[in-house]
């Protein structure tokens, strides 16, 4: 199965409001990355969060991070019309092949003006 | 600084042809990274090169596919014969030399999209 699965695959909001999104992986990780990509366009890196965090913020981004769990959230507040783009996680496991990252298929946000 | 640049944006192949696709790395970075993005996927480790030498191919199909990195110049990821599910958006991202590729992001270019016709 693959590493990174995001959840859920698709969230519609209205502006304002805020956004969760969660990713689940499967080996050891040494950290965790959360990336944003708009239609059609590159990756934008957005946070990472190391195996040995538990909570992270950036601006309006909060990350949170369950290695018991495997598991992360991102959680965006007071969403803008901008916001809307797919978010992935991507892993970086840890031990040999540590530059690698393993993306899940994402989970594409609209948020409604 | 101008960031990590990908040309073409945009590729159309018939099937058959060659596509080579070019990756320049943001100024001061020697080690590129291409990943492939099928349609309503995540993207897919490819290869990761560092100038003249190629460090981890292993996400690259054994035929048709190769990757380089010369002294000068771009990165190219070559694919010969290209068909049909070759069409995707291909990514390189770069990285600083001796750097702890484990604990940052990474920077990606735009994207080369191809389309095999």
């Known amino acids: 199965s693959q590493q990174g699965e995001e959840d859920p695959q698709a969230l519609s909001i209205q502006e304002g409001e805020n956004a969760t999104m969660n990713c689940s992986y499967k080996t050891s990780i040494n950290n965790l990355q959360w990336y944003r990509q708009n239609s059609g366009r590159g990756l934008v890196h957005l946070i990472l969060i190391r195996s040995n965090e538990r909570e992270k913020h950036s601006g309006r981004l909060r990350v949170t991070l369950d290695t018991s769990k495997k598991s992360s959230s991102l959680l965006i507040t007071a969403s803008r019309a901008a916001d809307t783009a797919s978010y992935f996680c991507?892993?970086?496991?840890?031990?040999?092949?540590?530059?690698?990252?393993?993306f899940g298929k994402g989970t594409k946000l609209s948020v409604i003006p | 600084n101008a960031g990590v640049m990908q040309n073409p944006r945009h590729l159309v192949r018939r099937r058959g042809q060659e596509a080579r696709l070019r990756c320049s790395p943001m100024?001061?970075?020697?080690?590129v990274y291409w990943y492939r993005q099928l349609p309503e996927e995540g993207l897919k480790f490819m290869v990761y090169?560092?100038?003249?030498?190629?460090?981890?191919e292993s996400g690259m199909p054994k035929e048709r596919f190769s990757a380089e990195f010369p002294k000068e110049g771009p990165s190219i990821l070559r694919i010969q014969q290209v068909v049909r599910g070759d069409s995707a958006a291909y990514f390189c991202a770069s990285s600083p030399p001796n750097k702890g590729q484990r604990s940052y992001g990474y920077t990606f270019g735009s994207g080369t999209r191809l389309t095999v016709v």
């Open positions: 100024k001061g970075h020697s080690h």
């Open positions: 991507a892993t970086v496991p840890s031990g040999a092949g540590s530059y690698q990252l393993t």
């Open positions: 090169l560092q100038k003249e030498n190629i460090i981890d």
